[in-house]
């Protein structure tokens, strides 16, 4: 919930001139009223999506902005399940897997969120928790009977513990709870649809951390929250490319094509 159109559209206008790397997916989800505004003065390589949205298309629903309603303002994405809306709204797993089906028959990608938080990290409980949130989103994924599906949807790991906060979990900490999530996909999915899953990490991203994050085998992207509202996005966006495509060590970065 920031900024203003003015705010808005000098981000765009920054976006629009700045020399991105192609090889990157780049998505950006204003608050809903200006998802239009965006959409229409922003540079067509470039994403947008919704924050939220009600899992009914239509209805007696006051104050809630249906996937078709997202869709039809210009909307290519919507994120589903941010820590927010699990903390402060106190959106369940249940819930939050309706949304997501309800968007991806509508049209819409998602970007499916999941995360723990401090207590539970601490209390050794963050693998059940993630695949707690996650098997209620493959439920109602499956419940489509459109496998096809998975292709529209990217699973976020948050760590409540990461958002907004300053901390941020170590290369090697994202790196161990993604390849768990993907080895909890393959389990529950199939294989094919868990090589091909991506999975990006957000949680105080930032230009000091972002390349460090981004070279781990499976972390497929990044999911930047406050650094998106300023300059440095873009240098966020060209990390991979700013290192030459490899490590400091000379290594390919091992992306499986999902980056």
């Known amino acids: 919930m920031n900024g203003s159109k003015a705010f808005l559209q000098d981000l765009v206008e920054n976006l629009n001139r700045a020399d991105l790397d192609s090889n990157v997916e780049i998505f950006i989800s204003p608050p809903a009223v ?21 899992w009914k298309s239509s209805g007696a629903y ?10 039809d303002a210009g909307a290519e994405y919507v994120i589903l399940g941010h820590t927010e809306r699990r903390t402060l709204f106190q959106e369940s797993d249940t819930l939050i897997g309706l949304k997501v089906a309800s968007a991806l028959t509508a049209g819409l990608k998602v970007i499916a969120c999941i995360g723990e938080t401090l ?8 693998l059940q928790v993630l695949f707690r949130q996650l098997q209620a989103i493959v439920d109602n994924i499956q419940n489509l009977n459109q496998e096809e599906k998975w292709k529209d949807v990217v699973i976020a790991y948050e760590p409540v513990w990461a958002i907004g ?22 389990e529950i999915v199939g294989k094919s649809v868990a090589e091909g899953m991506r999975i990006i990490y957000g949680g105080s991203v930032n230009l000091g951390n972002a390349r460090q994050l981004a070279r781990e085998k499976d972390v497929d992207g990044l999911f930047v929250g406050g650094a998106s509202l300023k300059p440095e996005f873009v240098e966020i966006c060209n990390v ?20």
């Open 34 to 54: 200006y998802v239009d505004h965006v959409r229409q003065n922003l540079r067509k390589d470039i994403a947008v999506g919704g924050q939220n949205c009600f």
């Open 62 to 71: 006051t104050g809630e902005i249906s996937a078709e309603m997202l869709k």
């Open 119 to 126: 207590s539970e990290r601490e209390s050794n409980t963050t």
């Open 165 to 186: 906060t300053g901390r941020v979990a170590t290369p090697e900490q994202a790196q161990e709870v993604h390849a768990a999530i993907r080895r909890r996909a393959e």
């Open 240 to 259: 991979l490319r700013l290192g030459s495509g490899s490590n400091s060590d000379g290594s390919d970065d091992g992306n499986d094509g999902r980056k």
